[in-house]
């Protein structure tokens, strides 16, 4: 069956960094835009960054833009999320999302809190 595993969250100081995985089985990833969103408490979901299924094209929220990095490995069905001076505000819930046509599939999401 399909899943979405993510890795990598935890407790990280304001300006630390940390990297997050999602591993993708039961589809054929190398065919599905991948993305990573977050969601606060009390917020709504929130796109992060987005990369292509090739990976020749990568996308971000203003909010993170020069701090994040997407990518993606295909032949490990695996995309990252390279978190780099993190702030308090990225406290949140980070799934990741593969996206194709009309389907979309969700992981169960990973915490990440930065504290001060």
């Known amino acids: 069956q399909v899943q979405l595993v993510e890795s990598g969250g935890g407790l990280v100081q304001v300006g630390g960094s940390l990297r997050l995985s999602c591993a993708a089985s039961?589809?054929?990833?190398?065919?599905?835009?991948m993305s990573w969103y977050r969601q606060a408490p009390g917020k709504e979901r929130e796109l992060v960054a987005g990369i292509t299924s090739a990976g020749g094209s990568t996308s971000y929220g203003d909010s993170v833009k020069g701090r994040f990095t997407i990518s993606r490995d295909n032949a490990k069905n695996t995309v990252y999320l390279q978190m780099n001076s993190l702030k308090l505000e990225d406290t949140a819930v980070y799934y990741c999302?593969?996206?194709?046509?009309?389907?979309?599939?969700w992981g169960q999401g990973t915490q990440v809190t930065v504290s001060s």
């Open positions: 999302n593969a996206h194709f046509t009309f389907v979309d599939y």
């Open positions: 039961g589809f054929t990833f190398s065919r599905y835009r």
